[in-house]
């Protein structure tokens, strides 16, 4: 299955390569950055939310910007210098002391943010066609979750409060593993160009391309972006807060349980993946989005299931908080592949950058519009109000992803196109 999934161009699995180390670089840093701020850099819990909040809001900000760059310049040229400027930033977080230096060191990272995801995803669809690139997209997931799980198990071993520079050598740490894939694009001359039609056309040929209406006109993938809107409101922004609120304020678990259940998930992505990818092959990508909602529907009753129990049984509470976590993961198998697949399959050559950070910007609105609802909705009816939005709105999003199927082509929803009948012989 790992041979099948890898893409054919040498190119692409060096790519994947650099997601790898990249990612296990930022495992090292990704669970610890508001406890560093807190504990080690003594910021107040408010001013290091707003410092976090910041840095989502600088990358949303730059995201559409970061489109437009990346289709009139090349994803090489904008990808290889956001890598820097990431890698900058993250080496500087080690040397934060105070909250305008957090503020100045996040809006930087925000910045090198911006334009990675999109001109990553940009130049990897460059180099996989349509019948593989649904299998590349869901290595590059299952690989940058192997990598965060990797990193998060080296830090959470080495880290310690009361020794600063533990965080600080994680940042460094961290600082290098974006360079290694700079590094890997620098080797490779060939790669992220913008297409040859705009390279050796006129202003009259980029006009014609059209900019972000054009991309708004597309209306299979308008619902497609209001499908993510919906689903990861109420899906992937709700484990950063929802979920651990939930099940600590009203599960009434431990922390401790919180990262079992975090690790759980990275497991289930990781070990099933591939069997996922291979099973959606030929089979209808909406429908596989419709069944994400559905999943994400079922691990939110799980863990409303265990609000239920709660100190009735700590044992069934803590096992519902680690399956619900487990299950989510099992639907971030089926999504990760198919959102950027079907994006791309939409994309022109001379939009595909700008489609890819108007998907890249779902995450983006859905993380700030997911926190600050989580806090109001879980204090009502003691998280009942909560359990019952984040349901609705994921089987909401299966209904939208059902609506979009009329309006695709077989191609483009991932079905296999039916065996033409062969032709009676031309009698002579």
């Given amino acids: 299955m790992l041979r ?31 406890i560093y701020l807190t504990d080690v850099r003594g910021l107040t819990d408010t001013r290091a939310g707003l410092v976090i909040g910041w840095f989502g809001a600088v990358t949303l900000v730059l995201s559409p910007l970061a489109g437009t760059l990346i289709d009139r310049f090349g994803a090489r040229r904008v990808v290889v210098p956001s890598l820097v400027v990431e890698a900058i930033g993250t080496g500087s977080l080690a040397l934060v002391d105070s909250t305008a230096s957090a503020f100045a060191v996040m809006t930087l990272v925000g910045v090198g943010s911006s334009a990675i995801w999109a001109g990553q995803n940009t130049i990897l669809a460059s180099l996989t066609g349509d019948g593989e690139r649904q299998r590349v997209f869901g290595l590059n997931f299952a690989l940058l979750n192997l990598g965060i799980g990797t990193g ?3 830090s959470g071993a080495v880290v310690d409060v009361a020794r600063p520079t533990t965080f600080q050598a994680v940042y460094l740490l961290d600082a290098v593993s974006y360079l290694i894939p700079a590094l890997i694009l620098l080797t490779l001359p060939h790669v992220g160009h913008r297409p040859a039609v705009l390279s050796v056309g006129t202003a009259d040929v980029e006009r014609r391309a059209g900019g972000y209406l054009t991309v708004l006109r597309d209306r299979p993938f308008r619902r497609l972006v209001i499908f993510g809107l919906v689903l990861t409101t109420c899906g992937y922004a709700q484990i950063e807060v929802g979920f651990a609120a939930y099940s600590v304020r009203v599960v009434e678990v431990t922390p401790r349980v919180v990262a079992w259940a975090l690790a759980a998930n990275t497991v289930m992505i990781v070990l099933s993946q591939l069997l996922v990818i291979r099973r959606l092959e030929g089979r209808s990508r909406t429908g596989a989005l419709a ?15 265990a609000g239920v129990v709660g100190g009735g049984s700590a044992l069934l509470a803590a096992l519902g908080v680690v399956a619900c976590s487990a299950i989510f993961g099992f639907g971030e198998t089926m999504l990760s592949p198919v959102m950027p697949a079907l994006t791309n399959a939409l994309a022109t050559d001379e939009l595909r950058g700008r489609y890819n950070a108007m998907s890249s910007m779902i995450f983006g609105i859905s993380g700030v519009v997911g926190p600050v609802t989580a806090g109001p909705l879980i204090g009502a009816a003691n998280g009942r109000v909560w359990v019952a939005v984040v349901v609705g709105g994921c089987l909401a999003a299966s209904v939208l992803a059902l609506t979009l199927r009329p309006l695709l082509t077989a191609t483009q929803d991932g079905r296999l196109a039916p065996t033409p009948e062969p032709q009676p012989a031309p009698v002579v």
């Fill in 152 to 154: 998060g198990l080296i």
């Fill in 291 to 305: 069944v994400v909602g559905a999943v994400f529907a079922c691990a939110w009753l799980v863990l409303g299931a």
């Fill in 4 to 34: 099948r999934a890898l893409p054919a161009r040498p190119e692409a699995r060096r790519l994947l390569i650099g997601t790898l180390f990249s990612a296990v670089g930022r495992g090292l840093t990704l669970p610890f950055l508001f």
